[in-house]
């Protein structure tokens, strides 16, 4: 909810800023109770897995809520980690993860400097408003820091918010170019940017696959449509021809109209940018109709529910991951430790570039937090921040740095495709 507020002089002013104070908490307070998403985040660590912040804990006290500031966390009080991850939706399959590899992560450190260290996960339901929301409450909650949003579009709506705080704000999932293009120094991503995907998928497209034609379709989100103008752009500069450009609406399920344009057109593929919903309903119906074009997803929808949902109509498609080292020792060890403790065959989307952000969220906190003569620890947000600027590291998805933007500096890495076969999501680069 935003509410507007004009401040007027006159003699009663001393009652209208006393009222105006009263209102500002009854706002506040509305988004201070834990929702049942909340508990179900909550629910899920449970078991013997990392567990989410206790309700009732006693949160930091904070200084400062523009450029600079510290925070203060009280002697036995926890250090918050703030989780902003999509849990509810189809998109919670790509959420959850996230969410379940911070909290392994957090479990791992422990504590810092005698302090322990809790995670604090919100549901920003891959959305603008959501994760206006999700940082509200995490900014309400006194995180130290914050892993998110998980997609683009929530991570662009939400910055500001962060960034009247000069709250750290690392993502592990938000890939669209645009995203550190909105000049916040607070903000960084582990992350790849999909100019590097979007050329990465276009060569793969016309060099590999020899697909000469294509039809793009995009879910009009901030990566998808990012990540198509890319793959445009790339394609048609390397001597491909788009044909057409295409948008399809989220949460529509009937996409026949854009289904019958490409029918007609007869692509070599078809390129989709979005999430894993709209993304099996648009195969489905394309192989419905008899389209039998090549079809090609990205990140958004590598995940096994979308070859569910598509019903066997995703059978032979190529789904694009970002980069993924070359050499793998650190990522063999998250792994194993990752699959053991949430019984998974296999490492989620998203989940060590997960892990990678939040070490380096945790390791620069630890680099900068002191103790002060009361026992309390006290950590200066804009060395936090600049002490990420500066990390350097060998990750579990390979080296991470950061440029003055915040992007990743990708060394030492592949461009992962995967091609769906047996059902099954299977890697062929």
């Known amino acids: 909810m935003d509410i507007g507020w004009k401040m007027v002089r006159r003699p009663g002013g001393l009652l209208l800023a006393a009222l105006v104070v009263v ?19 909550t629910a899920a660590a449970k078991g013997g897995t990392p567990s989410a912040t206790k309700a009732g804990a006693t949160v930091a006290a904070t200084s400062g809520t523009t450029a600079g500031g510290t925070i203060t966390i009280k002697k036995g009080d ?33 504590t810092i400097k005698g302090f322990a260290i809790e995670g604090d996960p919100q549901d920003d339901l891959c959305s603008g408003p959501g994760s206006v929301t999700a940082a509200q409450k995490l900014v309400a909650d006194k995180v130290v820091a914050v892993l998110g949003a998980m997609c683009s579009s929530g991570t662009v709506a939400a910055l500001d918010t962060y960034a009247k705080e000069n709250l750290l704000v690392i993502s592990s999932s938000s890939t669209a170019v645009p995203v550190t293009q909105q000049g916040k120094k607070n903000f960084f991503r582990t992350a790849w940017n999909d100019a590097t995907q979007g050329g990465e998928m276009a060569k793969y497209a016309l060099s590999t696959l020899n697909k000469k034609n294509a039809v793009l379709v995009n879910d009009q989100s901030v990566y998808g449509k990012g990540l198509m103008d890319v793959f445009n752009k790339s ?9 057409s450009q295409e948008a399809v609406t989220v949460g529509e399920k009937d996409f026949s109209p854009v289904v019958t344009k490409i029918k007609g057109e007869n692509p070599d593929i078809v390129v989709f940018g979005g999430f894993i919903a709209e993304g099996a309903v648009l195969v489905r119906q394309l192989r419905d109709a008899g389209v039998t074009a090549t079809f090609m997803g990205a990140d958004g929808v590598a995940d096994q529910k979308f070859i569910d949902q598509a019903g066997g109509a995703a059978e032979g498609a190529y789904v694009s991951r970002g980069p993924t080292p070359t050499d793998t020792t650190v990522y063999d060890k998250f792994a194993k430790e990752y699959e053991a403790a949430y019984n998974k065959a296999q490492v989620d989307q998203f989940a060590d570039y997960t892990y990678d952000a939040v070490n380096v969220m945790l390791t620069a906190i630890e680099q900068v937090a002191t103790v002060d003569g009361s026992g309390n620890l006290v950590i200066d947000k804009q060395k936090l921040i600049d002490a990420v600027r500066a990390s350097k590291a060998n990750g579990a998805s390979g080296q991470i740095s950061f440029n003055d933007v915040g992007d990743r500096t990708v060394v030492g890495v592949v461009n992962r495709i995967d091609q769906v076969t047996g059902g099954k999501l299977v890697r062929i680069q």
Do not use: E, F, H, W
């Open 235 to 243: 394609y048609t500069d390397s001597g491909g021809k788009v044909l």
């Open 23 to 41: 209102l500002m908490v009854m706002v506040t307070a509305c988004g201070g109770g834990t929702s049942s998403k909340d508990k179900t985040a």
């Open 78 to 110: 926890p250090i918050k980690i703030g989780i902003s991850t999509t849990l509810t939706t189809d998109n919670a399959q790509l959420g959850m993860p996230i969410r379940d590899a911070a909290l392994l992560t957090i479990k791992d450190k422990g």
